[in-house]
């Protein structure tokens, strides 16, 4: 008697398999992906993590890192600032901030972008006219002029600067989901859906949308970088955080004039943004691999 063979197919894999089979080769993304993952950490758990608080001056300014004391313990590992600060511990505490603000930008922004660009590039019409002058307007202007000016006409304090953010952002949303949504508006699957008796809001929301959310993700990405430098920037220009708040713009700001004298404290506050920055856009580069087909290999 004859043996029957059986022959197994490819193994079948889930989404998010799939996925992070893109992704994992780019090893960028994945260093990008794991330091981010520690900044979260750091910033979850600063409280415990941090050896000093991060407000409390101490007798020592501008101690040279490492500081070695009796006992043999690292009291003060990146050293002190001008006041006396653990540089260390206001730095986990900034990332807290800067995380924080980071995703409030980025959800405030991505949120309204997406109706904004839903409606315009599903109506047409005046309706698209009058909003793609208005984000046309906004491009015109340079993003940090305009974040300066309304945070100047709001007032100086961290959640207006997230606000002025927000709104200098919001137009790069904006005209990717008017984009996508056109792209997708004439394809079969929608015209079948409007034929069944879809509504405009089920159309948009439910139809379209879940199909134009691959370069969303990737701006919403990339922003997020942009948003911790804008928010450093309006830090160092003394529009952000308030004073003894830890952040890392207003840090660079105080360290100001101790450059020269006191290269640690101004170092490793821009080496933080630098690294968290760039972590973020090599995620991006990776979610775009990982999520457009005409990447994929």
Not at 43 to 57: D, K, M, R, T, Y
Not at 140 to 150: K, R, V
């Amino acid at each position: 008697m004859s043996q029957a063979t059986t022959v197994s197919g490819p193994k079948v894999q889930t989404p998010f398999q799939e996925f992070w089979g893109y992704f994992s080769q780019n090893s960028g993304a994945v260093a990008g992906l794991f330091f981010i993952i520690l900044m979260v950490i750091v910033a979850l758990f600063a409280n415990f993590l941090a050896p000093h608080s991060p407000i409390e001056q101490y007798r020592d300014a501008l101690l040279v890192p490492p500081v070695w004391v009796e006992g043999g313990s690292w009291t003060y590992i990146l050293g002190t600032d001008d006041i006396g600060r653990d540089i260390l511990s206001r730095l986990m505490h900034g990332a807290r901030l800067s995380l924080f603000i980071g995703t409030l930008v980025v959800t405030l922004s991505l949120g309204l972008g997406i109706i904004l660009g839903l409606v315009a590039g599903y109506f047409r019409g005046t309706i698209e006219v009058v909003i793609m002058r208005g984000v046309d307007i906004m491009l015109a202007m340079p993003s940090l002029l305009l974040a300066i000016a309304i945070v100047a006409i709001l007032g100086p304090s961290l959640m207006n600067a997230a606000m002025a953010i927000a709104i200098v952002s919001l137009p790069h949303y904006v005209r990717l989901a008017r984009a996508s949504t056109i792209s997708e508006a004439n394809k079969d699957y929608v015209i079948a859906s409007r034929v069944a008796g879809a509504g405009s809001l089920r159309l948009m929301f439910k139809t379209i949308l879940p199909n134009c959310l691959a370069p969303l993700i990737v701006q919403a990405t990339l922003g997020f970088s942009n948003a911790i430098l804008d928010m450093a920037a309006l830090g160092f220009l003394g529009l952000g955080a308030q004073p003894p708040t830890p952040e890392w713009g207003s840090m660079l700001a105080d360290a100001l004039q101790f450059v020269q004298r006191a290269w640690w404290v101004v170092t490793f506050p821009g080496l933080v943004i630098l690294l968290t920055v760039l972590a973020f856009n090599l995620m991006g580069d990776g979610l775009r691999d990982a999520l457009d087909p005409k990447l994929k290999q």
